[in-house]
């Protein structure tokens, strides 16, 4: 019997293809790409290890209903008219996560009042009580997204946004984002064949992520919770038996991942983060200014980095650009290079023509993920290979 059921993996813009994929090869069915979001189907076990695995999704929803409303009376009598107890009782907390985009709904939070009202009222009307609201520690968060006049509801499975991976405790100044980070090593091709290198790692996030993607560990092995934990169905053991099949599909690594960083203090907590996700045998992390480094191995190099934009520290950005384009040059032959950066303007100081260049999101910023080859041999044979595709 087919238990299948639609879900909705919530991303970043740019990331849509990569989610596919990711989901294709988990083994989810009907996948179908959508902006910031891919759509697939799968059974509860499938929910559990998407949930675990998937490197680049925020959320992943479980679509309960979808309708046409037209007001704020009609969207609160078609809640009501909603059997809840499918999903609550009386005891159970609730919270609800609303996005509008719509003229005739144009605030999320009445939105949400609104939806609230009609569950809590509905339930005193049947059982003579009603379930509490809690923001913080839901056992059941609702999601509710009113796109012009169409409402669809759905329960978040996840909780808080996978991104939250559980083993990052401590971070520097405006810390890259875990999917963000995840997400730009597949699109760099990262795929653990050779030595990797991330010359200015602050908290770690590239290097940890880039070493479960080396050795296929499911990328939320070290969470806390999921919210599909606290449901009336969860079933433990099914989900233990998940866990223990994504770590059993694990593979050695046979190659060295870097870590450099000129501030003490972030080498300190780079070498925590990976501690805790158990990953210390793979990576080193080492107080190094990127700027008087070179390439110390021999074979290719897979070099990923975040630079500093000029929001978090203050630098002279022509000189640095400058900078990290003439140490890639005299120093890094044999060196796949890439790095984003919301700076788009200082892109034209590295001295260097990239092979790609990929529009992405930093949070709200507008950003570039270019793509840096440092080949081997004459200079020549640089300048004449073509750029990639």
């Known amino acids: 019997m087919n238990n299948n059921f639609k879900m909705v993996a919530k991303t970043l813009f740019g990331f849509e293809e990569i989610l596919a994929k990711e989901l294709r090869n988990l083994g989810a069915g009907n996948v179908k790409e959508g902006v910031r979001n891919v759509s697939f189907e799968g059974d509860t076990g499938f929910m559990y290890k998407a949930n675990l ?14 309708f046409y409303v037209r007001d704020e009376r009609d969207l609160y009598k078609k809640i009501y008219d909603l059997d809840w107890s499918d999903y609550l009782t009386p005891d159970t907390t609730f919270a609800i996560d609303a996005t509008v985009n719509s003229e005739q709904f144009s605030h999320s939070l009445y ?32 999601n509710i997204h009113i ?9 978040d499975t996840s909780g808080r946004s996978l991104h939250h991976r559980g083993y990052r405790t401590a971070t520097n100044i405006a810390p890259i984002n875990e999917v963000l980070a995840a997400g730009l090593l597949l699109l760099s091709g990262w795929d653990g064949q050779c030595d990797f290198l991330d010359p200015m790692c602050g908290s770690g996030t590239f290097l940890t992520e880039a070493a479960m993607i080396a050795c296929n560990i499911p990328a939320n092995i070290n969470r806390k919770e999921f919210a599909f934990e606290k449901w009336r169905d969860f079933d433990k053991t099914f989900f233990e038996k998940i866990v223990d099949s994504s770590l059993n599909r694990t593979r050695e690594f046979n190659h060295r991942i870097t870590g450099y960083d000129k501030a003490p203090s972030a080498v300190r907590k780079a070498q925590d983060n990976c501690a805790n ?24 190099l897979h070099m990923v980095f975040n630079p500093p934009y000029g929001e978090r520290l203050n630098i002279e950005m022509e000189k640095f650009y400058e900078s990290i384009g003439d140490t890639l040059k005299q120093g ?58």
């Open 53 to 66: 695995c998937l490197r680049t999704a925020i959320k992943i929803l479980k679509p309960i209903h979808s």
């Open 111 to 142: 939105v949400s009042q609104k939806t609230k009202d009609a569950i809590v009222d509905r339930f005193r009307e049947d059982q003579g009580r009603r379930p509490n609201v809690d923001i913080k520690f839901p056992d059941v968060r609702i």
């Open 147 to 155: 796109q012009r006049n169409q409402c669809n509801l759905a329960l």
């Open 277 to 300: 996700a158990n990953l210390s045998e793979y990576i080193s992390v080492e107080r190094k200014n990127f700027f008087e480094t070179r390439k110390l191995t021999e074979g290719q």
């Open 332 to 389: 890094y032959p044999g060196t796949d290079a890439w790095f984003i950066t919301s700076n788009l303007q200082a892109l034209k100081f590295v001295g260097l023509r990239p092979s790609r260049k990929i529009k992405l999101y930093n949070s709200h910023l507008e950003s570039r993920l270019v793509k840096y080859v440092m080949y081997e041999g004459s200079k020549k044979a640089k300048f004449n290979k073509p750029p990639e595709l």
